[in-house]
């Protein structure tokens, strides 16, 4: 079996500087897939001009956003900063959706930190017109251990509407075993496993049926330090839009969204400030396009090129990826 893993590329610059030349895109350039018609952007979010390139005439029904939760790749700002460059992109994205739209955003709760930036970025998005839908816990196999705290396994993901944006129940795998809780329907008593339209249990705002993506999983994108579950995407997507309808993303890192609405039959815009990751987001698309596979299990995008290098300093980072899988 392949073991070749690469290091969280934002803790490795000896391999991220090798990697900067196999990418296609430059800041400023946008990639279109020939295929499906998605949109790979090396844009900046808070830019107007740049996403309005990346648009065109066109407006979109979903955005699902998973901005990097106040410690960019190379760069940290503080609360008060990250919260008005929160605001800048949300602002755009606002320019960008129907009449009819939905908004969903991934954010953290850090409980050594106040619980940042999760609830002041929900103060200030109370000043924007998008109305607060839920507030979804998607729970961690693999969570922050401690022995003198409750250990973190919660990633919190905030839902967002603007109108009166079209919804659709999604269903979990897990079959109903709860009886009980009659209900009067038609002059009938029916339980609650007579009632349900479903074998199986609908998804609600604790998501505890998706998997956390490790190195062992088909979908794993080695390299990246953020990456979200298929299964989360794409039922967000089938819930919030349909066949067809465009989705953006503002922040591809591993390019989840994107394959996610080419799984589901969506088309997808989306950005990255980062040349790396938007090759790594065009990468992912172009192999399952030509294999299937939604990932790199035990290895990575870059491993052709990386391949008998002989620099030390890669060499040693690669070799600390090693014992870290």
């Known amino acids: 079996m392949i073991n070749n893993p690469l290091p969280r590329l934002d803790r490795a610059p000896a391999i991220y500087a090798k990697l900067v030349p196999f990418c296609r895109l430059k800041p400023g350039e946008i990639w279109q897939d020939p295929l499906s018609g998605h949109r790979v952007g090396c844009l900046n979010a808070t830019s107007p001009t740049q996403i309005a390139r990346l648009m065109g005439q066109e407006t979109a029904r979903l955005a699902v956003h998973d901005p990097p939760y106040n410690l960019a790749a190379f760069e940290f700002r503080t609360l008060d900063q ?106 009938e008593f029916k339980g609650n496993l007579e009632r349900g339209l479903s074998p199986t249990i609908r998804a609600g705002n604790v998501w505890f049926d998706v998997q956390q993506v490790f190195y062992r999983m088909e979908e794993n994108v080695n390299g990246c330090y953020a990456q979200k579950p298929l299964k989360a995407i794409e039922r967000i997507l089938q819930a919030s839009s349909k066949p067809g309808e465009l989705v953006l993303d503002f922040f591809a890192h591993s390019g989840t969204t994107l394959l996610a609405a080419e799984r589901t039959g969506r088309r997808c815009f989306t950005v990255d400030l980062d040349p790396v990751y938007c090759e790594i987001t065009i990468r992912r698309l172009e192999r399952f396009h030509a294999t299937g596979k939604t990932g790199w299990q035990n290895d990575h995008p870059f491993s052709a090129e990386l391949a008998g290098v002989k620099d030390p300093a890669i060499t040693a980072e690669l070799a600390y990826a090693e014992q870290e899988a």
């Open 82 to 187: 990250y919260i008005e460059w929160c605001r800048e992109w949300i602002e755009i994205t606002r320019g960008y959706l129907d009449q009819d739209s939905s908004l969903y955003l991934w954010l953290g709760a850090d409980q050594t930190a106040d619980f940042q930036p999760l609830p002041d970025v929900m103060v200030m998005m109370r000043r924007t017109p998008f109305q607060a839908r839920s507030f979804i816990t998607m729970r961690n196999q693999r969570g922050y251990g401690t022995q003198t705290n409750w250990m973190a396994v919660r990633q919190e993901l905030l839902y967002y509407t603007l109108g009166n944006p079209p919804f659709q129940p999604q269903y979990t795998e897990i079959p109903k075993t709860l009886g009980g809780y009659y209900k009067k329907i038609d002059d």
